[in-house]
């Protein structure tokens, strides 16, 4: 098991940026991930980052607008969200697992073992 730990959330204008970032990833994780979670809604996934992939992917709804960055040295991973819209206000959380081989278990909470506190993110 790791210990994430999220930073960067904050509160933004519609079409404004933020940055968030998640440390405590280990070199054995194989998948990382963002996801978040609005007042009485059911937590989603932003998007993932599987070591063994070619690069991130992206729930549809942040596609085009919110990029994941992996930086390896640091076992850190970032979500830099621009052009931030009202219905992206959530609080915010990083995950590591290693989830089962199936269609879309990327997007899962369940798949995933490790959760950071989460941050906030209000547009």
């Known amino acids: 098991h790791v210990q994430l730990v999220e930073s960067g959330g904050g509160s933004v204008q519609a079409g404004g940026s933020l940055s968030l970032v998640c440390t405590g990833f280990?070199?054995?994780?194989?998948?990382m991930a963002w996801f978040r979670q609005a007042p009485g809604k059911e937590r989603e996934s932003v998007g993932s980052f599987w070591k063994y992939g070619r690069g991130p992917t992206y729930a549809d709804s942040v596609k085009g607008r919110f990029t994941i960055l992996r930086d390896k040295p640091k076992n850190a991973l970032y979500l830099q969200m621009n052009s931030l819209k009202p219905e992206d206000t959530a609080m915010y959380y990083c995950?590591?697992?290693?989830?089962?081989?199936?269609?879309?278990?990327?997007?899962?909470?369940?798949?995933?073992?490790?959760w950071g506190q989460g941050t906030q993110v209000t547009v």
């Open positions: 995950a590591a697992g290693n989830p089962s081989l199936y269609e879309g278990s990327w997007k899962v909470p369940a798949e995933y073992d490790d």
């Open positions: 280990s070199d054995r994780t194989h998948t």
